[in-house]
């Protein structure tokens, strides 16, 4: 695995004009059922953040095709469990993920459509919840909202870590981190911070049994 990083970084590097197609095909891949637990793109998206923050690379193309690619590998992936439907969770591949799928399930008679953004963050979760929704049947219009706004959370607060560390040695020499740094890193903690809550109080509600 280290070694398919490796040789990404180094593609990436050498072929930059390249490099918001990739990343967006890799967003789109691990965001795709099952095929996303064996692609490493949360790894990669730091790695790329750096290179943006660096100067390397121009941050607003990767930006837009890493949220292109994410939205687009959830769409596939709902739609492929709305198309089959139940019947998909107890055939293979995802027979082979039961725990993931219960917890899936689990979440969106809980939290409704704040699972899609957090099934974002959670690895094991974020090729499968997009395909439980499907089969869920979560509204069109509904999924696709929450689809597109998670994407445009995810991504970001993915290339941030690598961002702030590009630019950590011209922030220092600058005599501190500049404001746009700032504001960005105390959004995406006020973002998570806010899903967090409204996912408690949401739990709380005794009406958040209710399915989606």
């Known amino acids: 695995m280290d070694q398919y990083i490796e040789y990404a970084s180094t593609f990436i590097q050498t072929h930059q004009e390249w490099a918001g197609l990739i990343l967006g095909l890799l967003a789109m891949g691990e965001s795709l059922l099952v095929v996303g637990l064996a692609i490493p793109a949360t790894a990669l998206l730091m790695l790329v953040g750096g290179l943006v923050g660096s100067g390397t690379l121009e941050p607003a193309p990767i930006v837009a095709w890493g949220i292109a690619g994410a939205v687009l590998g959830d769409a596939i992936s709902y739609y492929i469990g709305r198309l089959l439907g139940p019947k998909i969770i107890h055939s293979w591949p995802m027979n082979k993920q039961r725990r993931a799928v219960a917890r899936a399930r689990y979440f969106f008679y809980k939290y409704g459509v704040l699972t899609i953004f957090a099934g974002r963050f959670l690895g094991p979760l ?56 700032i504001f960005s890193a105390v959004l995406s903690v006020a973002l998570a911070l806010w899903i967090a809550r409204a996912m408690m109080r949401k739990r709380r509600d005794p009406r958040s049994d209710k399915t989606p």
């Not at 395909?131 to 979560?138: E, H, I, L, N």
């Not at 040695?169 to 500049?178: I, K, L, P, Q, S």
Request: net charge positive; charged share 10%.
């Open 126 to 181: 974020r090729s499968i919840v997009p395909s439980v929704a499907g089969v869920m049947r979560m509204p069109h219009l509904r999924f696709q909202i929450a689809n597109i706004a998670s994407a445009i959370i995810w991504i970001p607060v993915m290339l941030l870590p690598g961002y702030l560390a590009g630019r950590s040695v011209d922030a220092m020499h600058g005599n501190g981190m500049n404001f746009s740094l």
